[in-house]
T-cell receptor, first 116, second 113 residues
């Protein structure tokens, strides 16, 4: 069975600090996808990134970066120079890559608070 | 391109009643998935519909059911509501390909009294 663990329940940092959100996953599949979603107070999940299991390159998008390491089954997310608007709950999710399997398994989320 | 819409946004029901929630996916998307989010259980997959057929199902009792129409709009029904059904119900839309990139709606917050 698939499993996603986000051990950090809540994190608070002062604005402009860097912060890393951890995600560890379990799957027996060799092909899978990993995601990060942001959930602001409005409740809507906002897609941030998708990564397939064959692509271990780190990715940077503005102040956001992701570190995927298959050896440790981790897909960590770093926000550089955090801003108050980054305050939200962040979810890591895992999906099998079989066609027709549109099921996401989510972690429990990390609530990030940026203190101005 | 319009996003995923869900109606109603808020709903209050009493135990024993039934409720129907609606989701309109992004135009051209054929897959609609439903998720339940509660403080205790987090985000849990309910079921997924693709081309009017249920393609995947999570571990929820039969009181939870759904359907999808020919225009890809989907409805979710919960019968005999229980207090524990109080949750945010999120609908996600995708093209239905193996990429599994899902776009979520704002959710329907259901409160059962």
């Amino acid at each position: 069975a698939q499993k996603v663990t986000q051990a950090q329940t809540e994190i608070s940092v002062v604005e402009k600090e860097d912060v890393t959100l951890d995600c560890v996953y379990e799957t027996r599949d060799t092909t899978y996808y990993l995601f990060w979603y942001k959930q602001p107070p409005s409740g809507e999940l906002v897609f941030l990134i998708r990564r397939n299991s064959f692509d271990e390159q780190n990715e940077i998008s503005g102040r956001y970066s992701w570190n995927f390491q298959k050896s440790t089954s981790s897909f960590n997310f770093t926000i550089t120079a955090s801003q108050v608007v980054d305050s939200a709950v962040y979810f890591c999710a895992l999906s099998e890559a079989d066609f027709g399997n549109e099921k996401l398994t989510f972690g429990t989320g990390t609530r990030l608070t940026i203190i101005p | 391109k319009a996003g995923v819409t869900q109606t109603p946004r808020y709903l209050i029901k009493t135990r024993g009643q039934q409720v129907t929630l609606s989701c309109s996916p992004i135009s051209g998307h054929r897959s609609v998935s439903w998720y339940q989010q509660t403080p205790g259980q987090g985000l849990q997959f309910l079921f997924e519909y693709f081309s009017e057929t249920q393609r995947n199902k999570g571990n929820f009792p039969g009181r939870f059911s759904g359907r999808q129409f020919s225009n890809s709009r989907s409805e979710m029904n919960v019968s005999t509501l229980e207090l524990g059904d109080s949750a945010l119900y999120l609908c996600a839309s995708s093209s239905g390909s193996s990429y599994n990139e899902q776009f979520f709606g704002p959710g329907t917050r259901l409160t059962v009294l």
